[in-house]
């Protein structure tokens, strides 16, 4: 979980950096699909400096991806973010903050 804590309106977070590794057993290049945003349209988290999409990992190759926190209303809020292979395996992680 990446906890944002609170944060101003109007004010984007500190980035949280996200890194992928492809496992020792991972076959081949297998694709990524993501990072994804929960509900993007409507969240406050975002992405940047993403260099995992659409991109190849072979053995123990690694990606990262930042998320800032961006809210525009005040109150709690959570979603997550989640990035898949073709191979078929799967990471996500939820992410949680508060907007003052």
């Avoid at 496992?23 to 992405?47: C, H, K, M, Q, V």
């Amino acid at each position: 979980m990446a906890d944002f804590g609170a944060v101003a309106l109007g004010t984007p977070s500190a980035p949280t950096t996200f890194t992928v590794t492809a496992g020792p057993g991972a076959t081949g290049y297998p694709s990524l699909d993501g990072p994804i945003i929960n509900e993007p349209a409507t969240s406050p988290f975002r992405l940047a400096n993403n260099q995992c999409s659409g991109g190849y990992l072979s053995p123990g190759q690694q990606c990262t991806f930042d998320v800032l926190f961006s809210p525009t209303a005040e109150g709690s809020n959570s979603s997550g973010v989640s990035v898949q292979s073709s191979d078929g395996s799967a990471a996500s992680a939820d992410l949680v903050g508060v907007a003052n």
